[in-house]
């Protein structure tokens, strides 16, 4: 799978998506990601990306001809299945939609800056908006990073154990269940019997228990929720 980002500030990208599993996953071969620097596409000898709205407001906005640029020279090399763009007011992002899009063979990311892109950039080249949650960060780049971390390591081979990406929160609609590592005793403070027991029917069933009663507290929202 090839992932596209283009970014104005490509440098935020950079670290997050150069790290273990991701970086791992690039390395295999099971993942391709290239970041585009919107700056090189910019208008004129200052390399012009964004300018102020018209009616007036707040804030800069990003031109539509650099992206336009980018992403023309992109579209003219592959078909993209989808030309996403992150902003915080589009849909939120689910498991569901990573799930699907992981699934993809090319993906297009525009990375929101600013107070925005022009509206025509989204009327004529995105097919999906998403935003990350109901919160406001200083750029998109962070929400790219994160979409694409939740896809990538969807990606067949990309996870060592093939059941983990399966078994994560949300995938069934619940929260997971509390997990321990050694030593089983840490100043008095004891790991669940069960769990030393090598039971593994009853250890199947105590995770169950405690994943229903974890969301039950946390999140009954999702308990309301149609299973994905
Ligand atoms: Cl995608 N972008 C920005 N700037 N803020 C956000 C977001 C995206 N999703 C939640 N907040």
């Known amino acids: 799978m090839r992932i596209d980002i283009i970014s104005a500030t490509p440098e935020v990208l950079e670290s997050p998506l150069n790290h273990s599993i991701i970086k791992r996953a690039k390395e295999k071969g099971l993942a391709k990601i290239f970041i585009h620097d919107l700056r090189e596409y910019g208008m004129g000898n200052y390399r012009q990306i964004d300018d102020t709205p018209f009616g007036g407001g707040a804030g800069m906005v990003l031109m539509i001809e650099p992206i336009s640029k980018c992403i023309e020279g992109l579209k003219n090399q592959r078909l993209y299945d989808e030309i996403i763009y992150m902003t915080p007011d589009a849909k939120t992002l689910t498991q569901p939609i990573s799930n699907a899009l992981s699934l993809k063979k090319n993906i297009l990311i525009l990375a929101g800056h600013y107070k ?6 989204r009327d004529k080249y995105i097919t999906k908006e998403i935003s990350i949650g109901d919160y406001v960060l200083t750029g998109g780049e962070l929400a790219a990073a ?4 939740s896809i990538v390591r969807l ?3 990309v996870i060592g154990d093939e059941t983990s990406a399966l078994t994560d929160s949300f ?4 929260l997971s269940p509390p997990i321990y590592t050694r030593p ?8 669940p019997n069960i769990l030393l027991s090598g039971n593994f029917p009853k250890i199947d069933e105590w995770r169950s228990e405690k994943a229903f009663e974890r969301t039950q507290q946390i999140r009954p929202d999702l308990l309301d929720e149609p299973s994905k």
């Open 146 to 149: 994160i979409l694409t971390d």
């Open 155 to 157: 990606i067949p081979g």
């Open 116 to 121: 925005g892109v022009d509206q025509r950039v």
């Open 171 to 174: 995938q069934d609609n619940l």
């Open 184 to 191: 089983s005793d840490f100043k008095g403070m004891k790991v």
